[in-house]
């Protein structure tokens, strides 16, 4: 993964009723309160678990700034497991299989005693009148219990922190004095990215009163999607051998940490790296089997280039969303796994605000009037929509001679696994090449964009070690394209500061490089899983079967001039697991198609 690397940047802040009118003609809250002057305490939430089994209730770690002043405010809260650094754990060396398919040390960040608040949401939000919360998740940092990678009672120790803020859970400072937080409206919205912006899906799908509105950017909807694909074991990109135990050893930074050594053991052994089928386990980690119960506008947000949480995370958690019909609105940009504050400065510290003020201030801002998606079709190129995806037909482009045409024998079409290649190395367009198969349309004629989630239906039969089928959406023509994120020398400045945390921020800049194709969307799949994720069915080698599976949500915009393609390899290098070289995998392509929603 690692999850928690984009997470570190996470801010947010608390608001509530305005501390004075909204100026004449530009309606919204102010910066006119002093930050400087902000009130900042220290506070022990107690939750209604105890995950670490020492007998009592895990207590959370929340740091609070607030305005000084004599009115209550909503809150603006970012939960994570990040604030206390990470432990250097070593992923799993299972990557590479011996066959399949057959009928650490501690680096611990120092604590800062001082009660400061990295990223922008302070230096913005508090001075328009809102309180910003922080927490450690549990097992993490100050708090108790033990961390679970999305387990249930990480979900439950931040909701108890929203119950907290209004008035439903006790609280207590560092002398174990009781304390409220009389100061609070009640009215809460929280934010964050990756595992940051995945404890706001949770919680939200406990329904918990007072959660207004959550922010959830680069965020998890399931965490099986995250660790597994189709009944595969599959890794995030750039973190091979990566699981729930490595992630929730590696934020397992309270005191004592001993007193969670039975739960790393549990969750080692109950993640379960050789079927990687669908269990109770991973459905405690399923937010999408609680979507009914979520009460908060969602403001989505998602990086089309993100490897790491993908973007199917994204596109269900819409799409059980829409069905709902929750107050929503969805940013989609160009970049990878990072805020949007990196990407689209200035208009997304405009959106959020005008977000929040909606929500946690009832300030009727116009916003839930707006088209509800804005998607950055290309670097730089930002499109709105009044509904996303975009309406249009799916279309099941057909393989072989249909839709998209594949060379050589259009009855059955063969390639051998090769797990020692990248799918950026056997996507190359130059030539046939004996360890996948393409498919490619004829050149567009028209520009052509692609929303929503692609699935593949593939005929085939496989004989060797390997179990997986991946499906590749590629994007053939040359242009110019998102390569990366930069970092400049020159700062913007969003909001006062102090010594510390001064409000300033490094601004940055896409990079692009011209290339001659891109890989749009990802897919795969374990054949013994063709029935259910949650069950696998051994196949028989050289028996064909139909298989079925989604790829990566995507937004894409393809090319006058361009070709669709659609390539089919076994093993992806960089994702699934690794088995001997040499397996066969058999195509029908004339019963086999992509599916693809295209405008």
Known sequence: MRLVLAALVAVFGAVVVPAAPAMAGDPGTQPIHDYASAVRERVWVQSTVDSDSDGKPDRVAVRVIRPSVGFKVPVIFQASPYYAGLNDVPNHDDIDRDGGLAVGSAAV??????????????????????????????????????????????????????????????????????????????????????????????????????????VPIAAISSWYDYYRANGGVVAPGGFQGEDTDV?????????????????????????????????AYWAERDYLRDVNKVRASVLLVHGLHDDNVRTLQAGQWWDALSARGVPRKIWLHQAGHTDPFNVRRQQWLSTLHRWFDQWLYKIDTGIMREPIADVETAPGVWQTSRRWPLTGSTSSLRLGDGTLGGGGSHGRQT????????????????????????????????????????????????????????????????????????????????????????????????????????????????????????????????????????????????????????????????????????????????????QIRLS
């Open 109 to 214: 960040a120092d604590r800062a005693q001082n009660i400061t608040f990295a990223g922008y949401l302070d230096n913005y939000f508090v001075p328009r009148g809102y309180a910003v919360v922080f927490a450690d998740s549990l097992g993490t940092g100050d708090s108790e219990g033990c961390p679970t990678s999305g387990g249930r009672n990480e979900t439950l120790g931040a909701k108890a922190v929203v119950d907290w803020l209004n008035g439903r859970a006790p609280g207590f400072d560092e002398a174990g004095n009781p304390v409220s937080a009389g100061w609070s409206t009640g009215r809460t919205g929280m934010i964050g990215v990756s595992y940051n912006g995945t404890l706001p899906n949770a919680v939200a799908a406990t329904g918990v009163k007072g959660l207004e509105t959550i």
């Open 415 to 594: 390639f051998v696994d090769n797990p020692s290649r990248t799918a950026a190395d056997m996507v190359a367009p130059a030539g046939t090449d004996p360890n996948r198969l393409a498919y490619l349309s004829a050149p567009l004629t028209r520009e052509t964009r692609a929303s929503g989630t692609p699935a593949v239906t593939v005929r085939a039969d496989l004989a060797g070690d390997s179990p997986y089928l991946t499906a590749l959406l590629v994007d053939y023509g040359v242009a110019d394209r998102f390569a990366g994120v930069r970092t400049l020398p020159t700062q913007d400045c969003v909001g006062p500061g102090i010594e510390g945390d001064p409000g300033c921020f490094f601004q940055r800049e896409y990079v692009t490089a011209s290339t001659p194709f891109e890989i749009v969307s990802s897919g795969w799949l374990d054949v013994r899983n063709r029935f259910s994720p949650s069950r696998t069915v051994p196949v028989k080698a050289g028996k064909a079967y139909t298989f079925h599976w989604d790829l990566q949500t995507t937004d894409h915009v393809f090319a006058p001039g361009h070709r669709i393609g659609l390539v089919l390899i076994s093993t992806e290098r960089d994702h699934t697991l690794r088995y001997p070289a040499g397996t066969v995998v058999g195509v029908r392509p004339s019963l086999s198609s992509l």
């Open 247 to 279: 992630l929730a050893k590696a934020v397992l930074t309270r005191e004592n940490p001993e007193l969670c050594a039975d739960v790393m053991a549990d969750l080692e052994r109950e993640q379960d790296r050789e079927t990687g089928d669908y269990s």
